[in-house]
Nanobody, 121 residues
Framework: QVQLVESGGGLVQAGGSLRLSCAAS????????MGWYRQMTGKQRELVAT???????NYADSVKGRFTISRDNAKNTVYLQMNNLKPEDTAVYYC???????????????WGQGTQVTVSS
């Protein structure tokens, strides 16, 4: 009843930029926090950035100053602008959202399908 669809991943050279988008759709009453996570080969999935419903943000130290998370509440969409990309940013990126919805009006955390970001040296 609720799904998150990501777009914007791809292959870029070091120093380049990408913008990821993630749109939530379905039976949504309200969208609370949203965020981006990534999983690198051989590592646990890690937080990249989060944004609250009011616009407050948090970033992993490794991306501060380079990545910017934003959201469009009217569209239930979260974005991740990634600048000055480095090879170590290569990972599968997943968006997530804490959403009140469904027929039972429960709050659940939903995940996107993941999108590959590859940064060449």
């Amino acid at each position: 009843q609720v799904q998150l669809v990501e777009s914007g991943g791809g292959l870029v050279q070091a120093g380049g930029s990408l913008r990821l988008s993630c749109a939530a759709s379905g039976r949504i009453f309200s969208t609370n926090s949203m965020g981006w996570y990534r999983q690198m080969t051989g590592k646990q999935r890690e937080l990249v950035a989060t944004i609250s419903s009011g616009g407050g943000t948090n970033y992993a130290d490794s991306v501060k100053g380079r990545f910017t998370i934003s959201r469009d509440n009217a569209k239930n969409t979260v974005y991740l602008q990634m600048n000055n990309l480095k090879p170590e940013d290569t990972a599968v990126y997943y968006c997530n959202a804490r959403i009140l919805g469904g027929t039972d009006y429960f709050t659940r955390v939903y995940w996107g399908q993941g999108t590959q970001v590859t940064v060449s040296s």
